[in-house]
């Protein structure tokens, strides 16, 4: 602003007089450059074309939200401190970097929408100091989802808010706003750091900026001075020694002094009642942040309001085709219902035949069934008697072996007797001969010679005796014949037995299966049951 209004004012002399000469200004701010062409004045100007400025904030404030009245003042602030901790002149850790990203990205994209901001959006940004994305092996990807997961935490931001936040945690950062030099403590030595912010002086080691030695507060200290190199800081506690220290260069000696009285004044202005001016600024600055904030709500709940009207739209569009579907549908289903109705009528007409069909089908059944019962009962009573009578046939058979046993031991007793009564008839011949053999000289010598014995005689014994022989070949083999008839009648019966147990067990499984509705069942066992009997017949008669 003081260098629009000089060039304008020396714009105006330069009417009244010869044209003097100029000289170009290039003025580079945070966000923008701008040139001028100033008027040579008793002071040396350097022979670059154009002379660069750069726009900065020299004082830091000490808390943001009350000191930043202005808002273009503020936008400017946020980018000088977020270029010094991307280029690592103020320290961050990896947390709080992600997290000024977070919102850095909120204030130039405005809220997260997952449509339009794919993976990769953030690719052409910097957002994270180089040290940051050193220190962990993660890629590019890695580290715009996390910053992204902060983001999306950010719905409903503005920017000045946004740039805001940003600010209050770099505020806090330990080298927000200090300005370091090299210094010694005597004219040999540069072993030390000055630093140089809102609150007062610092002295650091040369290789940690971070947490300083010794501290002098501004309001600890009474006055500020040097002499050519050496500077002298005096407390006002009196009884606290003065300390010292020594810059080589002269034009760093000014500056140092210029930002002790700067920042001095500014921490004893900040602690007094705002001048009126101020306060007018400050109540201005809060009217133009009340109105740009109920804009911003107004604009959002005209936001909220056409999203929800495109939702209802949307909704209304989908529920219209839905409904259009669903009257589509219903017309079909109600063309299919009529041909139903028509096919439904048919088959119902057809369904009452059947239903009379099936009655006289049942009814059928029903005689059918009832005559399979009785039947079933024939058969059962069938059964019983020729079980009863395969028992009786079993135990004839019984009987029958039972008595060819018996037969067969009296032919064995008889073949005894036979062969005994042989053995005595054979001894009795022996004798008989021994004794006639015996008493005939006997005879001979002792009495007249009896008569000899006719032929009559020997061949009626000798005829006894064959008669004896051929009495008990006959018997014997009588006997054999009656026990081979009684083996045949036996096996026989064995065999018809058998025969009859099979058709007995075809019987029961034909039964089973007319006990299971099969027709034509009656036939067949009534066949079943008249063979056996005939074959029982035979064995009985």
């Known amino acids: 602003i003081y260098l629009t209004a000089t060039a304008s004012k020396m714009s105006i002399l330069g009417l009244k007089k010869k044209q003097p000469k100029t000289f170009k200004v290039k003025v580079i701010t945070m966000d923008a450059e701008m040139e001028f062409s100033c008027e040579v004045l008793d002071q040396e100007v350097p022979k670059d074309s154009p002379i660069t400025f750069h726009f900065l904030a020299k004082f830091f404030p000490e808390k943001v939200e009350e000191e930043l009245v ?43 929408d997952p449509n339009f901001h794919k993976p990769g959006f953030l690719a052409q940004d910097e957002l994270l100091p180089k040290r940051v994305l050193m220190q962990y092996q993660m890629t590019a990807d890695m580290w715009e989802e996390k910053i992204t997961a902060w983001y999306a935490e950010h719905r409903g931001i503005a920017r000045d808010e946004a740039e805001m936040e940003y600010l209050k945690i770099a505020q806090d950062l330990e080298m927000y706003g200090v300005s370091y030099f090299a210094i010694t403590q005597n004219k040999r030595d540069t072993d030390l750091l000055l630093g ?62 210029q930002l002790c009285i ?44 056409r999203e929800e009207a495109e939702r209802a739209k949307e909704e209304m569009e989908r529920r219209l085709f839905q409904l259009q579907d669903e009257a589509r549908l219903a017309n079909e289903a109600l063309l299919r219902s009529e041909e139903t109705a028509d096919l439904l009528a048919e088959k119902a007409q057809i369904a009452e035949e059947e239903a009379k069909l099936l009655a ?41 072996v039972e008595q060819s046993e018996r037969r067969l031991k009296e032919a064995d007793h008889l073949k005894q007797d036979l062969t005994e009564a042989k053995d005595a008839e054979r001894r009795a011949k022996q004798k008989l001969l021994e004794i006639t053999k015996t008493t005939y000289p006997l005879i001979a010598a002792y009495s007249t010679p009896p008569a000899p014995p006719e032929a009559s005689d020997y061949e009626s014994a000798s005829t006894r005796l064959d008669f004896k022989d051929s009495d008990m070949k006959r018997l014997s083999m009588e006997i054999e014949r009656e026990r081979l008839e009684y083996m045949e009648k036996s096996k026989h019966l064995q065999d018809q037995l058998k025969e009859l147990k099979s058709e007995i067990e075809s019987l029961k499984l034909e039964e089973q299966q007319q006990q299971a509705g099969l027709y034509g069942l009656h036939s067949e066992a009534r066949g079943y049951v008249q063979e056996p009997i005939k074959s029982f017949c035979l064995i009985l008669f």
């Open 262 to 305: 700067g920042n001095h004044d500014l921490f004893m202005r900040r602690r007094k009642v705002d001048s009126i001016e101020v306060q007018q600024m400050k109540a201005q600055a809060k009217e133009e942040k009340a109105r740009k904030k109920m804009e911003r709500q107004i604009l959002a709940r005209e936001k909220q309001m």
């Open 70 to 112: 202005q808002e273009i003042t503020q936008h400017l602030f946020f980018l000088q401190v977020k270029k010094q901790i991307l280029d690592e002149e103020i320290f961050c850790s990896p947390e709080a970097s992600v997290l000024l990203a977070s919102y850095a990205v909120q204030a130039k994209y405005g809220d997260y």
């Open 196 to 257: 140089v912010d809102a609150q007062g002086l610092h002295i650091y080691s040369p290789n940690s900026k971070l947490n300083p030695n010794k501290s002098f507060p501004w309001s600890d200290i009474r006055n500020i001075s040097y002499s050519e190199k050496e500077f002298t800081i005096k407390p006002l506690d009196k009884k606290k020694d003065v300390f010292k220290f020594y810059s080589s260069q002269l034009r760093v000696n000014k500056l140092i002094l």
């Open 360 to 400: 006289h089908k049942a009814a059928e059944a029903e005689q059918e069934r009832q005559r399979l019962e009785v039947t079933a009962m024939k058969t059962k009573e069938e059964k019983r008697l020729m079980e009863q009578k395969m028992r009786e046939a079993e135990q004839l058979a019984v009987k029958l």
